[in-house]
């Protein structure tokens, strides 16, 4: 009697997981299948309705203005007004796509795997948001905000040049200051973590947490220059006649 | 015996469908197990991996964007030259001549952008699941990889349609590559000139030209596609041997 009891149970078990685990066939190639119809239709409406962009015939000697990036790189070209070349189109990027790779090597915290679960990830659920808000944000600016010679226009205004554009003086801090700035931005990034004893920074070893916050930093310098330049009016944290920063 | 039958009890039949259709456990596994192309999939797979409010199935959106690319985009290459004579001519001989030549182009710019936004909102929920965690590293990094092939793939195809939009982007962003330090001609600490650096090797010289217009053909058309399908090969076959689709522990 009790070996027959056992034995149902342990059917009902293995029941109740392939039910969980149900059959792939058919239901999830059909999904597979209306999603993909349903994508179909939508490009055809699309592509039915507004017809790709052709301008005149490229002439190397009419230069455009503006000359935009397409959508995906105009983030980079709107970083250029805040960084030299050398830095915001190739650097820049590729630190982020380094730091993208990291990413599952430098997060050991086991929790939340196949779920959406916020607040057992706090810290890398934010910083990647911010991270990925900001990439959006560059992007809206560059595509639907910025008119001739770069300068910014709202959507709705006619891009011509009537008066609010003044010419800004731009300085440079003086190198000490920046670099005494930019130590101090530095070792207060380094150690604040550790102070408030945030919980992510006490399970990370030191390697991976020196890659972590140097990451971030660098990511969050971004903003930090953004608001420099355009409140500040500072064009250069560090000048010489080798490297602008 | 009827002739579906017949056709059906055939060795021609039986030879390429190798099980039968009624709905039991083990037809259902052969169905996924004996297709070449179904035979991604894992024979069973957790209920919540089925839902689309978990995968929002943008990875799959972003494969088929890509296969309609590689359609549309073979049928293309029937009307283009990449040389700067025609490239522009074949564009306005695709809007006006060829049968449904304009809206062939339009799937294929519009799906270009599909796919783009789509990779990067399946980067998004991959992170939002956590699923990039161990077992899965490698996978987060060859998709990070396959972003930035994404990225580049749709870069060199602006350049085809040699129109100013086209002319001028492609300027601005083959400029950035003679910014790099080091191996770029107006980059800090160069150590190479306008002849050998960075964008002397994007574009074939130092201007956008007719060397360009080919480089970025052939990397659009063939080079760049190749290692995304290999790329894409790996990263389908690294979600099944990294522990399949990620699940709560």
């Given at each position: 009697m009790a070996e027959e009891t056992a034995a149902a149970l342990k059917a009902k078990e293995r029941a109740d997981k392939k039910k969980k685990n149900p059959h792939v066939w058919p239901e999830l190639p059909f999904k597979e299948l209306m999603c993909a119809v349903v994508v179909m239709f939508v490009l055809i409406v699309w592509a039915l309705l507004l017809d790709a962009p052709l301008g005149e015939i490229a002439t190397p000697s009419r230069t455009e203005n503006p000359a935009k990036a397409p959508w995906y790189f105009i983030g980079l070209q709107e970083i250029l007004v805040y960084f030299d070349p050398w830095y915001s189109g190739v650097v820049l990027p590729s630190i982020i796509m380094i730091g993208l790779m990291a990413i599952p090597y430098l997060d050991t915290n086991p929790k939340g795997v196949g779920e959406y679960n916020f607040s057992a990830r706090k810290f890398a659920m934010v910083n990647f948001l911010i991270g990925y808000f900001m990439w959006m944000f560059a992007i809206v600016v560059g595509q639907f905000m910025r008119g001739p010679s770069w300068l910014f226009f709202w959507p709705w205004e006619v891009w011509d040049d009537s008066g609010h554009h003044d010419e800004i003086t731009l300085f440079n801090i003086d190198n000490k200051t920046s670099i005494i700035a930019l130590a101090i931005y530095a070792i207060v990034g380094f150690a604040l973590p550790k102070l408030l004893k945030m919980k992510w920074a006490k399970n990370l070893d030191w390697t991976r947490y020196t890659i972590t916050i140097s990451l971030l930093l660098l990511m969050y310098l971004v903003p930090v220059k953004v608001v420099l330049r355009q409140i500040f009016h500072v064009r250069y944290l560090i000048a010489t006649p080798w490297i602008n920063f | 015996m009827t002739l579906k039958e017949k056709i059906m009890a055939s060795q021609i039949w039986k030879s390429i469908f190798r099980h039968d259709f009624e709905d039991t456990p083990s037809n259902r596994g052969k169905v996924i197990r004996s297709n070449v192309f179904l035979h991604l999939h894992p024979l069973r797979i957790p209920e919540h991996a089925m839902k689309i409010r978990f995968t929002w199935c943008m990875g799959g959106i972003t494969f088929f964007a890509f296969l309609v690319e590689c359609i549309t985009g073979i049928l293309l290459m029937f009307y283009y030259h990449p040389v700067i004579e025609y490239a522009y001519m074949d564009m306005k001989y695709l809007q006006f001549d060829v049968p449904f030549g304009q809206i062939l182009r339009n799937v294929h710019r519009w799906g270009a952008h599909l796919m783009v936004f789509t990779v990067m909102l399946h980067m998004l929920r991959v992170f939002l699941t956590g699923s990039y965690k161990r077992p899965r590293e490698f996978n987060w990094v060859i998709g990070v990889v396959l972003l930035t092939l994404t990225l580049l793939m749709s870069f060199t195809g602006y350049?085809?349609?040699?129109?100013q939009l086209a002319y001028w982007a492609i300027t601005v962003g083959t400029n950035m590559g003679a910014a790099t330090p080091f191996i770029g001609v107006e980059g800090p600490f160069a150590i190479v000139d306008k002849f050998n650096d960075v964008r002397f090797v994007l574009l074939g010289g130092t201007t956008v030209g007719a060397n360009a217009l080919l480089r970025f053909y052939v990397a659009h058309v063939i080079a760049i596609p190749a290692i995304v399908f290999v790329g894409c090969a790996i990263h389908f076959w690294r979600i099944r041997k990294d522990g399949g689709i990620s699940r709560p522990l």
């Amino acid at each position: 009697m009790a070996e027959e009891t056992a034995a149902a149970l342990k059917a009902k078990e293995r029941a109740d997981k392939k039910k969980k685990n149900p059959h792939v066939w058919p239901e999830l190639p059909f999904k597979e299948l209306m999603c993909a119809v349903v994508v179909m239709f939508v490009l055809i409406v699309w592509a039915l309705l507004l017809d790709a962009p052709l301008g005149e015939i490229a002439t190397p000697s009419r230069t455009e203005n503006p000359a935009k990036a397409p959508w995906y790189f105009i983030g980079l070209q709107e970083i250029l007004v805040y960084f030299d070349p050398w830095y915001s189109g190739v650097v820049l990027p590729s630190i982020i796509m380094i730091g993208l790779m990291a990413i599952p090597y430098l997060d050991t915290n086991p929790k939340g795997v196949g779920e959406y679960n916020f607040s057992a990830r706090k810290f890398a659920m934010v910083n990647f948001l911010i991270g990925y808000f900001m990439w959006m944000f560059a992007i809206v600016v560059g595509q639907f905000m910025r008119g001739p010679s770069w300068l910014f226009f709202w959507p709705w205004e006619v891009w011509d040049d009537s008066g609010h554009h003044d010419e800004i003086t731009l300085f440079n801090i003086d190198n000490k200051t920046s670099i005494i700035a930019l130590a101090i931005y530095a070792i207060v990034g380094f150690a604040l973590p550790k102070l408030l004893k945030m919980k992510w920074a006490k399970n990370l070893d030191w390697t991976r947490y020196t890659i972590t916050i140097s990451l971030l930093l660098l990511m969050y310098l971004v903003p930090v220059k953004v608001v420099l330049r355009q409140i500040f009016h500072v064009r250069y944290l560090i000048a010489t006649p080798w490297i602008n920063f | 015996m009827t002739l579906k039958e017949k056709i059906m009890a055939s060795q021609i039949w039986k030879s390429i469908f190798r099980h039968d259709f009624e709905d039991t456990p083990s037809n259902r596994g052969k169905v996924i197990r004996s297709n070449v192309f179904l035979h991604l999939h894992p024979l069973r797979i957790p209920e919540h991996a089925m839902k689309i409010r978990f995968t929002w199935c943008m990875g799959g959106i972003t494969f088929f964007a890509f296969l309609v690319e590689c359609i549309t985009g073979i049928l293309l290459m029937f009307y283009y030259h990449p040389v700067i004579e025609y490239a522009y001519m074949d564009m306005k001989y695709l809007q006006f001549d060829v049968p449904f030549g304009q809206i062939l182009r339009n799937v294929h710019r519009w799906g270009a952008h599909l796919m783009v936004f789509t990779v990067m909102l399946h980067m998004l929920r991959v992170f939002l699941t956590g699923s990039y965690k161990r077992p899965r590293e490698f996978n987060w990094v060859i998709g990070v990889v396959l972003l930035t092939l994404t990225l580049l793939m749709s870069f060199t195809g602006y350049l085809l349609p040699w129109d100013q939009l086209a002319y001028w982007a492609i300027t601005v962003g083959t400029n950035m590559g003679a910014a790099t330090p080091f191996i770029g001609v107006e980059g800090p600490f160069a150590i190479v000139d306008k002849f050998n650096d960075v964008r002397f090797v994007l574009l074939g010289g130092t201007t956008v030209g007719a060397n360009a217009l080919l480089r970025f053909y052939v990397a659009h058309v063939i080079a760049i596609p190749a290692i995304v399908f290999v790329g894409c090969a790996i990263h389908f076959w690294r979600i099944r041997k990294d522990g399949g689709i990620s699940r709560p522990l």
